[in-house]
């Protein structure tokens, strides 16, 4: 058995609502991980005794650290008395909250942007025409080069506290080159997206396209797909080709969420609703009608603040949505083109600042609400028999990450237990 001990937990956030509180939260408290899953959680007082455990907390705020809330290995017992490897961490009174769940990112492609992005900055719009430079890059380069810079990503997303993150084909665009994509993707998540309907390529017919991506590119993606995703969008696919687009994966298996409403109002939304997917992304121009659908239905409202902070775009109204009674998650949309971030933190400070959410919402909606819209019933919590994911942070709260926006507040990240950065 190996266990892991977070205990002087200054604030955790455990997302099981309590007493009006959706984040659950709890003072002075403690996690128990062992072999990888949550085992218990309460105050730090009465937490199960195990090596290291009875060392004084919270002493290292007099002169061993220029602050008080960075966490301290107390013990690491390779042999303990357990029988397994036990590990004591005291986050010195510091918050921690559950790893972050991103649900949107086209983590795997070749070559940049950043010339655009510079464009954009001088006046030029974000057109989705700018997809497909980065599928000639991505088809250019090797299966090795794809997997070291997916690889860096991951790392980059592991340091900065996600734990569950999603990721989309999109960048290949032919058989071969989407079946690459999303087998390199399976490689590092089981939250692989088969997203051939992200652009029509320039050297082909829209209609022939459209039946390649429900073809013979659906059946070479799907084996290592859990979700079929579509650019339901002007410039990209039609409602009527992305409901065939999403019918067609469904017949395979998968799983239905839309890439919808990010340029213009649209028909996003309702192709979304009424496909039951899971979540539908970007959300930045809603009708009415729009957020009524979307509160009326299961399917979770997914904004992505770094494309507007990266296209100008305005940003989405989240209060309206909440207000309204739909869920909310944030994610980061890591990509090339429209926001090459990984940053979870970064998307919590957007939110607050020019989203109209609370902290606690922003928090929440990182987290528990990207659990939702991946249908992931196992993270997004700290709760008994959920994953062993937690980030502990150099902050007395959680509200620390929108109040110290860019500042690296991620001390330590735990995945099933597991040390990830
Ligand atoms: O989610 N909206 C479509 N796809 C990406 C943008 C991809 C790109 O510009 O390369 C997005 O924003
Ligand atoms: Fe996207």
Known sequence: MTSLLVTNIGELTTNVAAD???????????????????????PAASAPALPGAERTPGRRGVGRFPTPWRPEVL???GDGDRGGDVEVVDAGGGAVVPGFVDSHTHLVFGGDRAEEFAARMAGTPYAAGGIRTTVAATRAASDDELRSRLAR???????????????KTGYGLTVRDEERIARLAAEVTPEVTFLGAHVVPAEHDRDAYVDLVCGEMLDACAPHCRWVDVFCETGAFTPDESRRILAAGAARGLLPRVHGNQLGPGEGVRVAVDAGAASVDHCTYLSDEDVAALAASDTVATLLPGVEFSTRHPYPDARRLIDAGATVALASDCNPGSSFTSSMPLMIALAVR???MTPAEAVWAATAGGARALRRDDVGAIAPGMRGDLVLLDAPSRTHLAYRPGVPLVSAVFKDGVRAQ
């Open 20 to 42: 009006g509180d959706p984040c659950g939260t709890l003072r002075d408290a403690a996690v128990l991980v062992e072999d990888g899953r949550i085992a218990w959680v309460g």
């Open 75 to 77: 013990s690491r017992d």
């Open 153 to 167: 990503l991951v790392a980059e997303l592991h340091g900065q506290g996600t734990t569950t993150f999603e990721i």
């Open 354 to 356: 020019e989203m109209r």
